[in-house]
């Protein structure tokens, strides 16, 4: 049987790799009853399947395309392919007639649009970054309870004593008796619950839904009641997804609920929180601080170096800036591979695919 895999320029380094290769080869699937090919668009998702290469069926038909997308290829691509490997697919993509399977790269499907796919296509997301996410929460609110790049950096650069006993500074603080607010107890929600408990601190949350809280959560608020939540915290997680209800959700009038000293952390998307207020609220101090992960704008070809916001947030000492990465952990990136290759086998197979985020009814004429 031959191995080829179809690659634009821009990938044809990774030929390089010792037993680099995806067959081609086609074969009858027990779902489809005809041949199967998939679509891996775009730099994330031509890194998965480098990664996956030895655990997809053996005889798919994989197509790589990579950032900058080949409209003209995509085209092409796109006619044949019965599964869609992606974290976007846009209204201004060529036709995909035959997709029966999208399969993000990423756990939002935000810029997946679903009205541009055929009906009855299954769009799964994938996981395996929770942990890695509660990790950084964690991490983050003891590296500001403890004010852990203040000290250091003065230490570093001035030798300076102050902030220690030996010159009787003012003692920092610590985790343990605070308060914090999740938001979003969903899967990461409840990992951050489950590593902030042992610290010592009390524990609520906020959700859409109705949820039963585990052991060490002291309430959960329905999302509505979160007016009631804020005022109590010393740090707030947001770890909800985006959506109608959660759009905006942290604007002026929230920020201003909560404690002059408290510690605001993103690890979910720039747009549930206002952009201005927030930024208003750390100039002010409004608010104590922030850790901000997720942004409202993010780079492209044209910028690839592009700040986060059109303010610059990362010019104040009260923010913790970092660049979408707090789950992207060589752990999760395993972690994912794992389940993005196992739903595709199963689709092949005819099995149940998991992380089954909703089915298209179809907008578009093909």
Not at 42 to 66: K, N
Not at 114 to 139: Q, T, W
Not at 335 to 349: G, H, K, P, Q, Y
Request: charged share 25%; hydrophobic share 40%.
């Amino acid at each position: 049987m031959k191995r080829r895999i179809h690659l634009n320029a821009s990938r044809e380094r990774l030929l390089e790799r010792p037993g680099f290769g995806v067959p081609r080869a086609r074969f009858s699937s027990r779902r489809l009853g005809r041949f199967v090919k998939a679509l891996f668009l775009g730099r994330v998702a031509a890194g998965t399947a480098a990664g996956i290469r030895d655990r997809l069926p053996a005889g798919l038909e994989v197509e790589i395309l990579d950032d900058p997308i080949d409209r003209g290829r995509l085209r092409q691509a796109a006619a044949d392919a019965e599964i869609l490997v992606s974290n976007h697919w846009r209204a201004e993509y060529p036709p995909a007639p035959r997709l029966k399977l999208v399969q993000s790269v990423a756990t939002g499907v935000e810029l997946i649009e679903l009205a541009a796919l055929p009906a009855g296509v299954a769009v799964c997301n994938a996981f395996g970054h929770e942990s890695a996410i509660a990790e950084y929460v964690v991490m983050v609110m003891l590296a500001w309870r403890h004010r852990l790049f203040e000290i250091s950096a003065e230490f570093r650069e001035h030798a300076s004593w102050r902030t220690s006993w030996v010159q009787g500074g003012a003692p920092h603080g610590e985790m343990r008796g605070s308060t914090v607010g999740i938001v979003g107890y969903g899967r990461v929600g409840r990992e951050v619950a489950r590593r902030a408990a042992p610290f010592g601190c009390r524990i609520l949350a906020a959700n859409r839904s109705e949820r039963e809280p585990e052991p060490g959560v002291e309430r959960i608020f329905p999302l509505a009641e979160i007016d009631r939540m804020l005022p109590e915290c010393d740090t707030v997680a947001l770890c909800t997804a985006l959506g109608p209800e959660t759009t905006g959700l942290i604007d002026a009038r929230r920020l201003s609920l909560m404690r002059p000293s408290a510690f605001l952390i993103n690890i979910a998307r720039g747009q549930i929180v206002d952009e201005d207020a927030i930024y208003s609220a750390l100039c002010d101090r409004t608010i104590g601080g922030a850790a901000l992960d997720v942004w409202w704008q993010y780079p492209n070809a044209a910028d690839p170096e592009r700040r986060g916001s059109r303010h610059p947030f990362h010019e104040l000492a009260n923010v913790i800036a970092t660049p979408h990465n707090s789950g992207w952990t060589s752990g999760m990136v395993e972690r994912r591979w794992t389940e993005i290759a196992d739903n595709i086998n199963s689709f092949v197979r005819g099995a149940p695919v998991i992380n089954l985020v909703t089915t298209t009814e179809g907008s578009r004429s093909t």
